[in-house]
């Protein structure tokens, strides 16, 4: 999926789709107008008009002929007549008129007018009310073109009125067109709508994902050189002392070989808890360390890890576990090792000679267990970061640690449904507090313990 969504195929293809759509539509509207506009440039009533005045002028022409034979009426109104009717006949002979006449069929019927009335206009000039059969020929003349104008009439009534119906069908047939269009349209926009929602989605959870792989190859390159780094100090030790007594092993004395072997078991022992640190959390994030619920004794847990402690930090650390419930039910092997984490992080960061506290108690259905020193504190910008791994506060540069002690201990306080508490000062020291739900021991589960035991 490319970043840029409107490049994508589904979209230009969408976007194709509306276009045809579009220049459909403007089709549509363009031939309902032109529908229209047929409409209005041929009515019916043009048609029956000028018929209706052909007729009308014939059928008086017949009537003032016969006064004319009567003696009512002067030649000169005859001839007023005569010419009146010329006219109009000549309206069909021009202009739009004489394309309607070809439309309708009758363009031989007006063609054969003129003649009739070219026949008669010589025979008028000399015509007297005595010539009875010249009076009677006009007056027919006259009524024939009447029944002409007349007929024209009706077949133009008939015409407009079918091509009225033509007109009304065809606006009717591109109206649904056109609603057919817009609905299509319609649904054009909301397939581009949906696919630039979707593409923009799809966008942007590969920007966090690219961000976040980023962020983790960025933690991952820092943990390495932290690790490297940690690994080396110790095994330098190591080496440093071995060499030592190496070289000088006949001449040391008992105590200065002690002191040396001393410095080997604690870099040992520094190693290998750096390893299971980093081990448990590859573990951890795996799966493969699941959450073992049982009986389990909190004062000896907490009091078998100050124990297990060098000798003289042991001598630092402050017990307070009075209030601490007896047993409760908690993952031991886990519980132990984030109290075991909390108390090595605040004798490493404390100075040699502070006191460290490490205090139990329950706090309504919570059991709460604090490791509070005075060491070098967290800047209050960096305290809600502290459990993520491979952070390091900038105060703890120089001393060692890898960045994965704190949050493989949030990870056990998430196991067992509780969080770490951390409160502290830059400078000052800090308090770090494993807070966890209270599960009682089961009866069950005290008689199973006592029988094992």
Not at 56 to 75: H, I, K, N, Q, S
Not at 92 to 121: H, S, W
Not at 227 to 243: E, G
Not at 315 to 340: C, F, S, W, Y
Request: hydrophobic residues 45%.
């Amino acid at each position: 999926m490319t970043a840029r969504p409107w490049r994508s195929r589904p979209f230009l293809v969408a976007a194709l789709a509306l276009t045809m759509l579009f220049v459909l539509l403007l089709t549509a509207v363009t031939r309902l107008a032109l529908n229209e506009s047929r409409l209005r440039g041929e009515p019916a009533e043009g048609v029956i008009w000028f018929s209706s005045q052909g007729q009308y002028e014939a059928m008086r022409l017949a009537d003032t002929a016969l006064l004319f034979e009567a003696g009512r009426v002067a030649r000169d109104e005859l001839q007023l007549r005569f010419d009146l009717l010329d006219s109009r006949i000549k309206l069909f002979e021009e202009g739009q008129m004489t394309a309607r006449v070809a439309a309708m069929g009758y363009d031989d019927e007006i063609a054969n007018l003129r003649p009739l009335l070219e026949a008669e206009r010589p025979i008028l000039a000399n015509l007297t009310p005595a010539d009875t059969d010249g009076v009677l020929a006009l007056h027919e003349m006259a009524r024939s073109i009447a029944a002409t104008m007349r007929d024209f009439a009706n077949a133009g009534m008939l015409d407009g009125r079918d091509r009225q119906e033509a007109v009304r069908a065809g606006r009717q047939q591109i109206l649904f067109e056109i609603l057919g269009f817009l609905l299509a349209t319609l649904v054009a926009v909301v397939i581009v709508a949906i696919l630039m929602v979707r593409g923009l989605r799809t966008a942007m959870r590969a920007e966090a994902a690219l961000a976040h792989e980023r962020e983790v190859s960025r933690l991952h390159r820092a943990f390495t050189s932290v690790v490297s780094h940690q690994f080396r100090t110790p095994l330098s030790i190591i080496d440093s002392s071995a060499q030592r007594m190496l070289r000088r092993g006949m001449e040391m004395t008992p105590d200065e070989l002690s002191s040396r072997i001393g410095k080997i078991r604690n870099a040992c022992l520094r190693l290998t808890r750096l390893m299971e640190s980093t081990l448990n959390a590859a573990r951890l994030e795996q799966g493969e360390i699941s959450f073992q619920a049982r009986p389990c004794d909190l004062p000896a847990l907490v009091a078998n890890v100050v124990d297990n402690q060098p000798d003289e930090d042991q001598r630092r650390i402050e017990l307070d576990i009075g209030n601490l419930p007896k047993l409760v039910q908690a993952d031991t092997t886990l519980l132990e090792q984030a109290v075991q984490n909390l108390v090595s992080n605040a004798l490493k960061y404390s100075p040699g000679d502070a006191p460290v506290e490490v205090r139990g108690e329950r706090q309504g259905g919570d059991v709460l267990i604090s490791v509070e020193d005075r060491g070098v504190g967290i800047p209050s910008d960096e305290i809600g970061f502290v459990t993520e791994r491979f952070f390091r506060a900038r105060t703890a540069e120089g001393l060692p640690g890898t960045g994965i002690g704190l949050n493989f201990v949030s990870q056990i306080m998430a196991l067992h449904g509780g969080k770490v508490e951390v409160r502290s000062a830059e400078g000052v020291g800090s308090t770090f507090t494993l807070r966890f739900p209270l599960r009682v021991v089961e009866p069950a589960a005290l008689t199973a313990m006592d029988s094992a035991a």
